[in-house]
């Protein structure tokens, strides 16, 4: 190999290495970025998946009575007439 072709290879090597990671935002930096990315949109994705439930039991309990009445009874221990409530409570 002469020494013009050796030169020639090294700079190409040298320039190929200098356009995989030089630069503002590296080959490395996109591929986070990208990584990034995707973890955000499964986090979006969740939480319009919880924003959908707490949407359905918000309109439960301004509308149904039955919701109400569970999460009156769940919630604030509240019983009816002549019902008897116990609540059992965990040893210390």
Known sequence: MTRT???GLTAAVVLAGLA????EYSTLD???LRRQRA?????????EL????LQRLARGLEEDP?????????QFGMIRKGELL???VPPP
Do not use: C, H, K, P
Not at 20 to 23: D, E, L, N, P, V
Not at 50 to 53: P, R, V
Not at 66 to 74: C, D, K, L, S, V
């Open 5 to 7: 072709r050796l030169i």
């Open 20 to 23: 995989f990671q030089a630069g």
């Open 30 to 32: 996109w591929l986070t």
């Open 39 to 47: 973890e955000e949109r499964r986090t979006v994705r969740d939480l």
């Open 50 to 53: 919880e924003l959908d439930s």
């Open 66 to 74: 039955g919701a109400q009445e569970r999460a009156a009874r769940e």
């Open 86 to 88: 116990y609540r059992l």
